[in-house]
């Protein structure tokens, strides 16, 4: 969004423009609770998803194998969530079937009422196949299931293993499993790391740790009978992990994608990063000249998941059985298989997880299998319920913390401020 | 004069109105009724889907309370006045210098006017690594001169002089382009009577440039003021939508953003979106008075 500037009446209307987007589709949909019944024709099958969402050879086999209606697929670039939020209001060209990102799923499951239950279209046959808590976020409090998984994202520890030999820590990737178990044994490596290589730091950035370490956990900031728990140990203990990294002096302040970061880890200086599977595309892109030294190792105490998404259908769908069966058969196991091999979309149905296509050593990793510490990893995931106001209480706890890593506050006052803002907004949202 | 000759005049101009049309009715579907909408949303409570809900004025009771505007608030003002100042500063020494330039003038114009016209996304990223700690050119050219390198966009200081940095390099060249048509209008007899009368270049300045400049000046500054206080996408893809280290990049209309499609708090957005309004309003018209009474008392 882009805001025009420096022109009397452009200004003018800039205030008002930029609020165009909420509040033109505002008014459309009118004071409706908002369940539209009018259903689309039935002559076509219309299916939204965003750029590198779908594998392409899954879905040019997809269109092909359902001939009656056609499938009209159309790829949503920029904002989607917006885009289909502004297409509910409305109320026309709302597509049959939509993917939904996993960062949105939370919030969207008060408005269930607009996507079809699938347990009601005969899910029930195959959400067995999906891992459980992948299931378990696309699912109300009340039972409904609103999406099938397209994939998932457990995260594992990427490091360079001349690096690591090279400070004496172990390099083969069961030694680091074995040894670099829990976040106390990685800082410790990372202190021993620093001592040898001065310019490597073990942490890239201790705030993107934080998340990590609360992605571990089977409580967030709010719970199921929704009440806040964001000022409880299971956050305190992620943010005291996360400040411990920045006193012991590893944190190398390089947040992930930022051109530090992709610098750093071409020349070996940030050494490790732990991150979702879908990183591996990121680091293979950054780096150029140490191709074949990266590993793959277990994340420090247990896995977390990062994004993933789904595939719905909306209330609007003429045929919600056929809408079913092509979602169906689109993120079958064999075709999750295939869209790895496409785009490396990581599969959300461990039966995947034998493919072939899976079982592929990569080169980059030095001959690794990658599946072998992302597959275990991803059956791993604890579950854990996230509120529809999840992001918007987590947020100040990343403010305050890096407040903490730029050395402007102390670790305790940042914590007490990160709760009260916390709370306000929370109590805002309606939690108790 | 009766009523109907009086009726009959004003329709004999349809086809004026007609001609006028396509202004007002593009600015009442797109101007007008988001704006009074806008109103309207303020006073509720909506996230998007759902159905509003009237709450009066709930939302600016949390605004009043919340910390983040006021810190958003704060940090507006003071990149406002980081980059405006340094800007028509340097527009105005960059105007006169090619006021006075013989050679490649147009090269010159269309040199500064470029970065007006290249896409703020791009050079948010390009800024970005400029500014980057480790592998940054700024950094870069203070280890060459034996300065310990910053942690630009990791401190709160640094991600304000990082923003504004952008902000000037974006709009001197399109002040300076202002100010020179500005000075094109200034009649050369004056200058001319300056130099018989033997006045220095600074004193022909401060006594003939900038006075007859001054129209020009209050307005680049208002232009600026409303530019200004809408400052977004600089902050947005150098700190991203939290605002970085201690949110001192987080501007009122980052804060708006943040508020509407991340949190999904269309009428919180709304109330914060009339704030702004207010903000731009108020400052154009201390702009206004200042700038008209100097003018006047002259």
Known sequence: MELSRRTLLGGFAAVAGTMAGGALVGCSSG????????????????????????????????????????????????????????????????????????????????????????????????????????????????????????????????????????????????????????????????????????????????????????????????????????????????WDTSVKAMTLKIDGKTPSGSPDWNAGLDQGTVPAHIGAAWVALDIKSAVKTGAGKWRLAPTPSGPANFGGSFLAITKNAADPQKAFDVIKYMLSPDNEAKAFADAQIFPSTPAAYDKPQLKAADKFFGGQVPIDVFGPAAKAIPVAYQSPYDDSVAAPFHDELKTVQSGAKTSDAAWSAAVSKAKAIAKRQGVQ | ????????????????????????????????????????????????????????????????????????????????????????????????????????????????????????????????????????????????????????????????????????????????????????????????????????AVRTFFSITLPQLRPVVLFTVVMSTIGGLQTFTEPQVMVGNSGGTGQSGMTVVLFFYRAAFLDNDYGYAAAIALSIFALVLLFTAINWRIFRERGENR
Not at chain 1, 79 to 99: A, H, R
Not at chain 2, 131 to 147: C, K, Y
Not at chain 2, 177 to 187: K, N, S
């Open chain 1, 31 to 238: 004071m409706d609770a908002g369940t539209t019944t009018k259903k689309n024709a039935a002559t076509e099958l219309t299916m939204w998803c965003w750029p590198g969402g779908l594998g392409k050879s899954v879905l040019d086999d997809t269109i092909a194998h359902f001939p009656d209606p056609k499938i009209k697929y159309s790829e949503i670039g920029g904002d989607f969530k917006q885009k289909l939020v502004t297409t509910f209001n409305g109320g026309t060209s709302i597509p049959d079937i939509t993917g939904l990102k996993g960062e949105d799923i939370a919030s969207l499951l008060p408005q269930a009422d607009r996507f079809v239950d699938l347990k009601t279209v005969g899910a029930d046959a195959v959400l067995g196949d999906y891992l459980e808590w992948k299931v378990k976020q696309a699912t109300t409090l009340d039972g409904k299931v609103i999406g099938l998984p397209i994939d998932v994202g457990p995260t594992a520890l990427y490091y360079r293993e001349d690096v690591f030999a090279a400070a004496g820590l172990p390099s083969d990737p069961a030694a680091v499993a074995e040894q670099l178990k829990t976040w106390d044994a990685f800082f410790e490596a990372g202190v021993q790391l620093k001592a040898k290589n001065p310019k490597a730091l073990l942490v890239w950035d201790a705030t993107d740790l934080y998340d990590m370490v609360v992605g571990q956990g089977t409580e967030r900031y709010i719970s199921q009978d929704n009440k806040f728990i964001g000022d409880q140990d299971h956050i305190r203990k992620a």
């Open chain 2, 1 to 200: 004069m009766t009523a109907t000759a009086g009726r009959k005049r004003i329709w004999s101009y349809w086809r004026f109105y007609l001609a006028l049309s396509p202004f007002y009715v593009l600015f009442a579907v797109f101007g007008l009724y988001p704006m009074l909408s806008t109103i309207v949303l303020a006073f509720q409570r909506w996230d998007g889907l759902s159905a509003r809900r009237f709450t009066g004025l709930d939302n600016f009771a949390f605004l009043i309370k919340d910390p983040t505007f006021w810190q958003a608030l704060e940090n507006t003002v003071v990149l406002f006045l980081m980059s405006t100042v340094p800007t028509l500063v340097l527009a105005l020494v960059l105007a006169v210098m090619l006021q006075s330039a013989v050679r490649f003038t147009n090269v010159y114009r269309i040199a500064y006017f470029i970065p007006n016209v290249t896409s703020l996304v791009a050079m948010a990223i390009f800024f970005s690594s400029i500014f980057s700690t480790n592998f940054g050119l700024v950094n870069a050219a203070l280890r060459s001169l034996g300065i310990p390198q910053q942690d630009w966009l990791g401190q709160p200081w640094g991600i304000k002089i990082a923003i504004s940095t952008m902000i000037v390099w974006q709009w001197v060249g399109y002040n300076t382009l202002i100010y020179l048509a500005g000075l094109q209008a200034i009649p050369k007899e004056q200058y001319e009577a300056a130099k018989v009368d033997g006045a220095g």
